[in-house]
């Protein structure tokens, strides 16, 4: 495996420390401690602590949609669509988890532009599960009162995860998502456990 550069290490170290500490008390020489490098050689890497939050909402909005991109394009009917984009959201915090509980954090405080930018990158991805809802209306798969308030139900279910999951819990990451896709596609179809099942739906 290569190694990180030394700026990978930096960002990984913020990100842990800001998921676990909060972005306000994390300081300079916190992520310098936790990269192993020298506080002052730190702003040769970077410029500011919002600079390091920011791209590592990037990073994470990247991986978020890459993992849900193919599945909201493929041709597979909407409930199948979901549970797929249900495993592929649990996954992307399985392997990222103090990433995407970074990229999760809407109270952080940060300039105008910042909090704008960090909004309109979680908005673009809340965007692939409207969809998904709206394609699964239209054919008469999902049956909502409101469309808006399914979609803040299932992403407000899912990103908890981040909060909550360990490794070496009781429940795999695999497990989690498939209880979670059994549970929201019940909510979304107004279907039985049994009924779901019936219908041969896989789990993956």
Do not use: C
């Not at 599960?129 to 009162?145: K, M």
């Not at 929201?184 to 179809?189: A, C, H, V």
């Not at 049994?194 to 041969?200: N, P, Q």
């Amino acid at each position: 495996m290569p190694r990180k550069s030394r700026r990978a290490l930096i960002v990984q170290a913020a990100a842990e420390l800001f998921a676990t500490k909060g972005f306000q008390k994390t300081t300079v020489r916190d992520i310098a401690e936790q990269a192993g490098v020298l506080s002052g050689s730190l702003y040769a890497h970077i410029e500011t602590k919002e600079d390091l939050f920011l791209e590592i909402v990037r990073l994470a909005a990247h991986n978020f949609e890459q993992a849900v991109l193919p599945v909201i394009t493929g041709t597979e009917a909407p409930d199948v669509k979901l549970r797929a984009m249900v495993k592929a959201h649990i996954r992307v915090i399985e392997e990222s988890r103090a990433w995407a509980q970074v990229y999760l954090d809407d109270s952080v405080e940060l300039s105008h532009e910042a909090r704008a930018e960090a909004r309109r990158l979680r908005r673009q991805y809340e965007d692939y599960w409207a969809r998904l809802i709206r394609q699964g209306s239209q054919q008469g798969v999902f049956h909502v009162e409101d469309e808006t308030l399914a979609r803040f139900f299932v992403l407000s279910a899912l990103n908890g995860v981040a909060r909550w999951y360990r490794p070496e819990g009781r429940l795999s990451a695999q497990a989690v998502a498939d209880i979670y896709g059994d549970m929201i596609l019940r909510l979304l179809t107004g279907q039985s456990w049994h009924e779901i099942h019936a219908t041969g739906i896989d789990r993956g």
